[in-house]
């Protein structure tokens, strides 16, 4: 007597999501009921308002966020659900706003941000989470105050 045992592979799942006046808000792929692969948001007019990867479920890779005519908004990197690596915010015109650095989840690097004009408004620098400079300055443990 012989018995064959054959594995399924389990098959990726298109699930749409809509707006309540019926426009598609969001498209993704799932296996096993868990996000796997591209997720997209959407304006209801129908463009794209957010483009997303997941793994198994978890936001990994390269997000962008988009304003309603099109420009890149924000473009964020995640590792195993966390932000790691750069983290970048646009005007609508594709002047840089907003520049972070992260390490796993923990702000590690330069943070700063610039006006329309170009100019640049604040800048703090973070050393695994920890504030370490404002404004070129150094910030001495004993300068901080715990609230």
């Avoid at 750069?86 to 706003?97: I, L, R």
């Amino acid at each position: 007597m012989s018995f064959w045992l054959i594995a399924c592979k389990p098959q990726p799942k298109e699930v749409l999501q809509y707006y309540p006046s019926g426009e598609l808000s969001r498209k993704h792929t799932e296996i096993n009921g868990k996000k796997e692969g591209k997720l997209t948001d959407f304006y209801k007019d129908g463009k794209v308002k957010t483009e997303r990867m997941f793994e198994n479920d978890v936001e990994v890779g390269k997000t962008i966020f988009y304003y309603p005519n099109g420009a890149i908004k924000e473009v964020m990197h995640l590792d195993e659900g966390k932000s790691h690596g750069g983290d970048t915010m646009f005007f609508e015109d594709g002047k840089t706003q907003f520049v972070r650095n992260w390490n796993h989840g923990l702000l590690d690097g330069y943070i700063r941000r610039w006006d329309e004009d170009g100019n640049v408004v604040f800048e703090a620098k973070y050393d695994n989470d920890k504030l370490v400079e404002v404004k070129g300055e150094p910030i001495h443990p004993d300068t901080l105050h715990k609230q």
